[in-house]
DNA sequence: GAGTTTGAAACT
DNA sequence: CAGTTTCAAACTC
């Protein structure tokens, strides 16, 4: 018999317990963990209505920027019931509140298991806001998920989707989990509770204040790291990116405020997070969705840091903001082009415990107005792409008729060339719609394939052009009659695929383009940073203690 | 993906 | 409470 299996039959022989989350030294009223912080980055990002709710309610988050451990979950995420309402606690065989005063705020329970940064990659697809996130997915083998060794159990959530083998940490065994939760509790109260004590920390962070926030909180127990140095997430304070303190009994520690080891290590996530955001940017704008969520993993690290010249200096951005900001949809959307790349403000998000920036290598080269134009030439060229298709094909039915097919190959081929040089590259400046509207577009009438239905329908919803008809494309009812022709259309596919083709191998063209002149400002970037780093170090060896 | 390292949790 | 073992995450290859 399993030794857990044991305690566990050892446990349930004796009386039920009083389960009591709150039951901490301080008594049944230590719900509040900390004082009531006016506004904390949790609660900015939290949907408006828990955001009233931490207010009020007056009571201090117990759930802070820290780790998975500080038991934020999602709707996706099961908070155990004895965590949600005293209700389905008193419904528990086992395990009651001791007192229906203690009812906890069941929606100040609901909110994300953070996860740690090793799950990150499996969140890119989270959505941003009330979107749920994906949970962390744990791996346990031989915990069965009911002891702390488990990160849903020690978050209070029932697994969900995980790897776990033998798990027991669900609904279906909720005896056996309520027990563990309640042997758990009585060799430490505060097993479930956040292991970091937050301090308050400004509801607006800029970059010059992001160093301090990583120096806000401190763990509860203290960690006794031998010999990561406090540097590696092996340690549960940098983990949480906060300094050792004096709680913690660790050796060689190299987590502390003006340690040069640590600056280093942040530095190089500065300077590979900033790397990574624009690679993103470009490859997701490049190449779609498919080739977004590249968490760093120690290989592609490499790859960066060679590409990074490993340093770079400016900003300090913290860890914990750096990966969620990973998780930011629109800095992997292709369809957040024009958000992630051009706009400052729209670049400044809330993220994670706290505030950080990013500012493309891109965002001085690209401006809303190229994006619309962008919309808008690929408009253009769909058009002219089904007119010259459409009459490419009609001379391919006369050759074929002629039997003089072969010779139109060729012809096709100088068709396709013509039309790509129809339009000019997006980044010029301003792309000069009005020359690809200067095209006799008399096809208005033909068919067009989905995804150009699509785009003018874009186009119609006002969402680039604002009053539909600006940048020189007029959207008028024209647009209507060629929907409706098109899905009356017999189904012109050659024509569609052309179309398709064409408007892709531009559009891949740009975003080339883009590619390389993100790449060329990056590399210029880097060599700036790299003199600076220079320069900071001479004066950091000189008693300069600064933060990148 | 397998193996190793690490430190928290669990146990003695 | 200190020492040891177990465990799963972090990390390396």
């Given at each position: 018999m399993e030794k857990s299996e044991t305690t566990l039959d050892l446990a349930s022989r004796k009386?039920?317990?009083?389960?009591?989350?709150?039951?901490v030294r301080g008594g049944p009223?230590?719900?509040?963990?900390?004082?009531?912080?006016?506004?904390?980055p949790l609660q900015s990002r939290l949907p408006v209505e828990l955001q009233s709710d931490f207010q009020s309610r007056g009571q201090g988050p117990w759930?802070?920027?820290?780790?998975?451990?500080?038991?934020q979950r999602t709707s996706?995420?099961?908070?155990?019931p004895h965590l949600l309402s005293p209700r389905s606690q008193l419904s528990s065989p086992v395990l009651?509140?001791?007192?229906?005063?203690?009812?906890?705020p069941v929606k100040m329970l609901q909110v994300v298991k953070q996860e740690s940064p090793r799950s990150?990659?499996?969140?890119?697809?989270g959505l941003k806001d009330n979107t749920p996130k994906k949970q962390k997915q744990c791996n346990c083998k031989n915990s069965r998920c009911l002891k702390l060794y488990c990160e849903c159990f020690a978050s209070g959530i029932y697994c969900d989707?995980?790897?776990?083998?033998?798990?027991?940490?669900n609904v279906d065994n909720e005896a056996a989990r309520q027990e563990a939760v309640g042997i758990t509790l009585e060799r430490?109260?505060?097993?479930?509770?956040?292991?970091i004590a937050s301090s308050p920390q400004k509801p607006q962070v800029s970059m010059e204040e992001v160093s301090e926030i990583q120096v806000i909180?401190?763990?509860?127990?203290g960690c006794h790291c031998k010999?990561?140095?406090?540097?590696?997430?092996?340690?549960e304070c940098f983990q949480a990116n906060i300094l050792c303190s004096e709680n913690c009994k660790c050796?060689?520690?190299?987590?502390?405020?003006?340690?040069d080891e640590r600056r280093e290590v942040f530095q190089e996530e500065c300077s590979l997070f900033h790397i990574r955001q624009a690679t993103n940017a470009a490859i997701s704008g490049a190449?779609?969705?498919?080739?977004?969520?590249?968490?760093?993993?120690p290989k592609k690290r490499k790859i960066q840091e060679i590409f990074s010249g490993k340093s770079v200096i400016g900003q300090t951005v913290n860890t914990a903001a750096q990966y969620q900001q990973e998780l930011d949809p629109l800095a992997s959307s292709p369809l957040s082009l024009s958000a992630s790349f051009v706009s400052d403000t729209a670049n400044t998000r809330i993220s994670g415990s706290s505030r950080s920036t990013y500012r493309s290598v891109l965002a001085d080269v690209l401006q809303t107005q190229n994006v619309k134009n962008l919309c808008s030439l690929l408009v253009v060229l769909s058009r002219v792409a089904a007119k010259t298709n459409a009459e490419m094909r009609e001379k391919v039915v006369r050759k074929i008729e002629t039997g003089k097919y072969e010779a139109s190959i060729a012809s096709s081929a100088q068709l396709l060339q013509d039309n790509r040089e129809v339009v000019k590259p997006?980044?010029?400046?301003?792309?000069?719609i009005e020359e690809a509207d200067a095209v006799?577009?008399?096809?208005?009438?033909r068919p067009l394939s989905p995804e150009t239905l699509a785009l003018m329908c874009d186009e119609q919803d006002g969402m680039f052009f604002g009053n539909g008809s600006?940048?020189?494309?007029a959207i008028d009812n024209t647009n209507q009659n060629m929907i409706q022709k098109s899905s009356n259309s017999d189904g012109c596919t050659d024509v569609y695929e052309e179309q398709e083709r064409l408007i892709l191998t531009k559009f891949r063209d740009i975003l080339c383009g883009l590619i390389t002149l993100g790449s060329i400002k990056e590399t210029m970037y880097s060599s700036l940073v790299k003199k600076d780093v220079g320069i900071k170090k001479e004066s950091a060896d000189n008693g300069d203690r600064g933060h990148c």
């Open positions: 009386s039920a317990r009083q389960l009591d989350f709150t039951a009223t230590l719900l509040k963990l900390s004082p009531p912080m006016p506004h904390s759930l802070h920027s820290q780790p998975w451990w500080l038991q996706q995420s099961p908070v155990m009651r509140l001791p007192h229906p005063a203690q009812k906890l990150l990659p499996q969140n890119n697809a989707g995980c790897n776990c083998l033998n798990c027991h940490n430490n109260p505060n097993a479930f509770r956040p292991k909180g401190k763990h509860n127990k010999k990561s140095g406090c540097l590696k997430k092996y340690c050796m060689d520690c190299k987590n502390f405020e003006g340690s190449v779609g969705p498919s080739s977004t969520g590249t968490h760093i993993t997006v980044c010029q400046d301003h792309v000069i006799d577009i008399d096809n208005r009438n600006a940048n020189g494309v």
